[in-house]
């Protein structure tokens, strides 16, 4: 992302100026949010988002979307490692 070339794996080849329809853009700009988050420094967040256990179902969880209290309790930047 700092060098400005990232490739999105929901639509490889994709360029800046491919033009997409509003739910692949949504697609595009949520991987897009995702790594750019997964590339900051831990020394960059506060202590309660580093110390945070990570969820077994990672990115993938769909838990965190519509119960807050495990969104905030557990960490879903990271890989899936349950039934991996």
Same mark, same amino acid.
């Given at each position: 992302?700092?060098?400005?070339?990232?490739?999105?794996?929901?639509?490889?080849?994709?360029?800046?100026?491919?033009?997409?329809?509003?739910?692949?853009?949504?697609?595009?700009?949520?991987?897009?949010?995702?790594?750019?988050?997964?590339?900051?420094?831990?020394?960059?967040?506060?202590?309660?988002?580093?110390?945070? /256990?990570?969820?077994?179902?990672?990115?993938?969880?769909?838990?965190?979307?519509?119960? /807050?209290? #495990?969104?905030?309790?557990?960490? #879903?930047?990271?890989?899936?490692?349950?039934?991996?």
């Amino acid at each position: 992302l700092q060098l400005l070339v990232f490739s999105l794996a929901v639509f490889p080849g994709m360029k800046s100026d491919t033009v997409v329809c509003y739910r692949c853009c949504l697609k595009s700009v949520q991987e897009l949010a995702y790594f750019y988050r997964k590339d900051l420094p831990d020394d960059d967040l506060p202590d309660q988002v580093t110390q945070r /256990p990570d969820c077994y179902w990672g990115r993938n969880c769909r838990t965190q979307t519509n119960k /807050p209290d #495990h969104a905030k309790r557990y960490n #879903h930047i990271c890989d899936q490692t349950r039934f991996s």
